[in-house]
């Protein structure tokens, strides 16, 4: 079974410019969520998808983020425009159903100076 | 909402010691998860335990979750450098099908 794929692995941009991932959930997953990695901390959830609705975005700043997961399949997260503090992990990860087993990707890794 | 607790936030250890990792939940814990991380990569799935007083173990690493369900401690065996890394737990946020995590234990195996 293919994993979770995310592109691209890593991303160097200037504050104030934009940058989407994408992410590729393993076939069947109906669940998809983006986390949000600062090093030397624990993921956080950013948005939850279930198909191609929203299930959770309380913690995503919308002012500058935004998801979107086009036919309940593959989805991307942007962000415009970035600021210093984005710099992060961006992990993707999918689970069959209701939050049973979850299986990350390789995450994109951002630095914004 | 759920938060868990990791001790400790770093550790190093020679190599072929033992060592143990704990996971602290302010709830109680429905499904817990252990992970592995490369630093600035993806998670790696390790175990995962649901019932009170299970213990899993694959190769040198073993898991247990409590009998009262709040904590959990992951055990490494004669460790070795492929070891290294960072260990996350995470856990099924109540009812929410979501994953929260601890902030990390930072492992760092020296020859």
């Not at chain 2, 814990?29 to 995962?48: D, N, R, S």
Request: with cysteine; charged share 20%; glycine share 10%.
């Amino acid at each position: 079974e293919a994993g979770v794929a995310q592109s691209p692995r890593y991303k160097i941009i200037e504050k104030r410019q934009s940058v989407a991932f994408w992410c590729n959930p393993i076939s069947g997953h109906a669940t998809l969520y983006w986390y949000q990695q600062i090093l030397g901390q624990g993921p956080k959830l950013l948005i939850q998808f279930q198909n191609n609705g929203v299930v959770d975005d309380s913690q995503l700043p919308k002012d500058r983020f935004s998801a979107e997961r086009l036919k309940g399949v593959d989805s991307t997260l942007k962000i415009q425009p970035a600021k210093l503090e984005d710099s992060a992990v961006y992990l993707c990860a999918s689970s069959l159903s209701s939050g049973y087993g979850y299986t990350f990707g390789s995450g994109t890794r951002l630095t914004v100076v | 909402s759920q938060e868990l607790e990791q001790s400790p936030q770093s550790l190093i250890v020679q190599e072929g010691k033992n060592l143990t990792i704990n996971c602290t939940s302010s709830k109680t814990l429905y499904g817990l998860y252990w992970y592995k991380q490369k630093y600035g990569e993806g998670l790696i799935f390790l175990m995962m335990l649901q019932k009170g007083g299970e213990e899993k173990s694959h190769e040198k690493i073993t898991a247990k979750l409590d009998e009262k369900k709040q904590q959990s401690s992951l055990h490494i065996t004669a460790s070795q450098p492929s070891h290294a890394g960072i260990y996350l737990c995470g856990a099924d946020d109540g009812g929410a099908q979501k994953l929260v995590f601890g902030q990390g234990t930072r492992l760092t195996i020296n020859p």
